[in-house]
């Protein structure tokens, strides 16, 4: 049940776009996406509901496709600061935050 | 400031021992969180808890095992019975178990079993 994430690895130049894959093979409800540097907790970007309904920061954007049960984080203007692993969560309605994680993607950013 | 703190950041035991690992939040949510992080293989849900005195198994329980009996505490107990324990664990918490509440997370705990 964990979502697949891709790339699994990427490095970008200081200033570059980046996407983010992140699918599942069950239906959805919701997708939230963390950021985690090495060897800190992971941080909360964005949630994304069935509806279109988005909370999160207003710097990172992000598109949730249900009917493909897919969801993808844009990165544009990448920053040093941006550098860390992205991960997914995923669930089916009415689990709560028992969701799935991905694997992860690691984004590397470089002057 | 409010937040959500574990500790100890790194433990060590000797095989055969069970070891608690604390949270604590002071956020006044409601539902609390382990997971499991290994290299590769993101984050894996341990247990979960939406009330107090009230928990569910994820799914990777086996070997584990949680209480929640204040609402800002859900310590966790990595048993003997868990065969490879060596691992990075999370704890997290969200105001409710709804997928709209983000989840907060600790700064975690590394446990490494010699």
């Known amino acids: 049940q964990q979502p697949v994430q891709s790339p699994q690895a990427v490095i970008l130049r200081e200033g570059e776009d980046a996407v983010i894959n992140c699918s599942s093979s069950?239906?959805?409800?919701?997708v939230h996406w963390y950021r985690q540097k090495h060897g800190e907790a992971p941080v909360f970007l964005m949630i994304?509901?069935?509806?279109?309904e988005q909370k999160g920061h207003e710097k990172i954007s992000a598109s949730f496709n249900e009917k493909k049960q897919q969801s993808s984080l844009y990165l544009t203007a990448s920053q040093l600061s941006y550098s860390g692993t992205y991960f997914c969560?995923?669930?089916?309605?009415?689990?709560?935050?028992?969701?799935?994680f991905g694997t992860g993607t690691s984004l590397t950013v470089i002057p | 400031d409010g937040g959500i703190t574990q500790s100890p950041k790194y433990l060590f035991r000797k095989e055969g021992q069970n070891v608690t690992l604390s949270c604590e939040q002071n956020?006044?949510?409601?539902?609390m969180y382990w997971y499991r992080q290994d290299p590769g293989q993101g984050l894996r849900l341990i247990y979960y808890?939406?009330?107090?005195?009230?928990?569910q198994k994820g799914d990777i329980a086996e070997g584990y095992s949680v209480s929640r009996e204040k609402k800002e505490s859900f310590p966790l107990t990595v048993t003997s019975a868990q065969k490879n324990p060596t691992a990075f664990y999370l704890c997290?918490?969200?105001?409710?178990?709804?997928?709209?509440?983000?989840?907060?997370f600790g700064q975690g705990t590394r446990l490494t079993v010699v």
């Open positions: 969560g995923t669930g089916p309605p009415g689990t709560g935050n028992q969701f799935y």
């Open positions: 997290a918490s969200s105001l409710t178990g709804a997928m709209n509440t983000e989840a907060f």
């Open positions: 956020l006044n949510h409601d539902a």
């Open positions: 069950k239906a959805l409800y919701s």
């Open positions: 808890s939406q009330i107090v005195n009230d928990f």
């Open positions: 994304l509901l069935k509806g279109g």
